[in-house]
C-alpha cells in the first residue's frame, strides 16, 4: 500500500464543517473586501502590508527575509510585490553591506505618503467589515484562537 493513507481520515462532522467553511468563506470575502476598499489609493493589501511592516520598522528598512516573514509572503512572492512597489516609487532595495546576498526594502517617501493617505480608509474599513461586528469578548476568544492556529503552525510548517 505505498503511497496510500492506511488510516481512515477524521472526517468532519457537521458543526465542525460549518465552522470550517463560514471561515473560509468569510475570510476569502474580507480579504476581497479588504483589498478592494484599497483600490482608491492603487494598493493591494499585500502593498499596505508590506509598507505597514516597512513602515514600523527602524529606519523604514527590514531585511528581504525578515520582511517576507512579518508580511506572511514567500521570499519569492515578496521580490515579485517589490518589483512592482519599486516601480510604482513606495520602496527601493538597497544591497546589505555586511552581506553581499542579502537585501534590504526601504520605504520612499512616496511609498511613506502612500500608507498615511491609505491608513485612515483602511482602519475605517477593517472597523466597519470585521471589528464592528465583535463584542471585546469575541475579539479576545478570535485573538486567543488565532493565536493557538498560529503557534501550531508554526510547530508543525507545510512542507514546501
Avoid at 43 to 56: F, G, N, R
Avoid at 96 to 105: E, N, S, V
Avoid at 130 to 143: E, G, I, M, P, S
Wanted: aromatic content about 6%; overall charge positive; some cysteine.
Amino acid at each position: 500500500m505505498t503511497g496510500q493513507n492506511v488510516t481512515t481520515p477524521r472526517w468532519l462532522n457537521p458543526a465542525e464543517m460549518k465552522a470550517w467553511r463560514r471561515y473560509i468563506i468569510a475570510s476569502r470575502r474580507l480579504l476581497e473586501s479588504l483589498d478592494l476598499d484599497l483600490e482608491s489609493h492603487e494598493l493591494s493589501i499585500a502593498d499596505y502590508e508590506v509598507l505597514a511592516a516597512l513602515s514600523d520598522a527602524p529606519d523604514r528598512r527590514m531585511r528581504m527575509s525578515e520582511l517576507a516573514d512579518v508580511a506572511l509572503l514567500s521570499r519569492s512572492r515578496l521580490s515579485h510585490r517589490i518589483k512592482v512597489m519599486e516601480k510604482a516609487g513606495w520602496v527601493k532595495r538597497e544591497a546589505c553591506p555586511d552581506d553581499k546576498r542579502g537585501f534590504f526594502a526601504v520605504m520612499t517617501a512616496k511609498g511613506w505618503k502612500a500608507i498615511v493617505a491609505a491608513a485612515p480608509d483602511h482602519v475605517e474599513s477593517v472597523r466597519t467589515r470585521f471589528l464592528d461586528h465583535l463584542t471585546r469578548d469575541d475579539q479576545k476568544v478570535l485573538a486567543e484562537i488565532f493565536e493557538r492556529v498560529t503557534q501550531s503552525l508554526k510547530e508543525n510548517p507545510p512542507r514546501e
